[in-house]
T-cell receptor, first 113, second 111 residues
Framework: KNQVEQSPQSLIILEGKNCTLQCNYTVSPFSNLRWYKQDTGRGPVSLTIMTFSENTKSNGRYTATLDADTKQSSLHITASQLSDSASYICVVSANGATNKLIFGTGTLLAVQP | NAGVMQNPRHLVRRRGQEARLRCSPMKGHSHVYWYRQLPEEGLKFMVY????????ESGMPKERFSAEFPKEGPSILRIQQVVRGDSAAYFCASRAGNEQFFGPGTRLTVL
């Protein structure tokens, strides 16, 4: 069964600190892995997309890694800001014409001053 | 260049009524996806449409739910005879290449 699991479920950090979020998946055949940020009451916004051959990708203070052998990914946030408070969702796309996405349940991050 | 638009943003219906959710994709996009997010759960794929065609509806309940994306106008997700379990946030996304861009969602509450 295609699944995406994330940990931790929630996380509280102080402003300025770094954090790392984890994602494990069992999607096959694999096409790509994305990380989305979802603010409360809003739609998800894409942060990074990585294909099978990519190990790491950065977008500003966000750095995603991918290990396709162990089927694990991480999202590292550097120098957190209050505006980083949101749900971070790991999403995997199965290989196929429909580009259907399989979502994890997200990590709820709270950045406190 | 407006993003993906959804309306209404909030919809309240009584059990047994019909709900119609609209999605206007980004300009030039002809692929639309609908997702449902139940409380405390991740988004779940419902249906994938191109203009005038349903490509994949494997995630949509067989009864009461239907979707369309006409040649002109927005994509519509229609839920007939709503029940309390239909209360959720419904998101649509339009696609360009490998990327999907999400709308702000419609929050449906069934009383």
């Amino acid at each position: 069964k295609n699944q995406v699991e994330q940990s931790p479920q929630s996380l509280i950090i102080l402003e300025g600190k770094n954090c790392t979020l984890q994602c494990n998946y069992t999607v096959s055949p694999f096409s790509n892995l994305r990380w989305y940020k979802q603010d409360t009451g809003r739609g998800p916004v894409s942060l990074t997309i990585m294909t099978f051959s990519e190990n790491t990708k950065s977008n500003g203070r966000y750095t995603a890694t991918l290990d396709a052998d162990t089927k694990q990914s991480s999202l590292h946030i550097t120098a957190s800001q209050l505006s980083d408070s949101a749900s971070y969702i790991c999403v995997v796309s199965a290989n196929g014409a429909t580009n259907k996405l399989i979502f994890g349940t997200g990590t709820l991050l709270a950045v406190q001053p | 260049n407006a993003g993906v638009m959804q309306n209404p943003r909030h919809l309240v219906r009584r059990r047994g009524q019909e709900a119609r959710l609209r999605c206007s994709p980004m300009k030039g996009h002809s692929h639309v996806y609908w997702y449902r997010q139940l409380p405390e759960e991740g988004l779940k794929f419902m249906v994938y449409l191109q203009k005038e065609n349903i490509i994949d509806e494997s995630g949509m309940p067989k009864e009461r739910f239907s979707a369309e994306f006409p040649k002109e106008g927005p994509s519509i997700l229609r839920i007939q005879q709503v029940v309390r379990g239909d209360s959720a946030a419904y998101f649509c996304a339009s696609r360009a290449g490998n990327e999907q861009f999400f709308g702000p969602g419609t929050r449906l509450t069934v009383l």
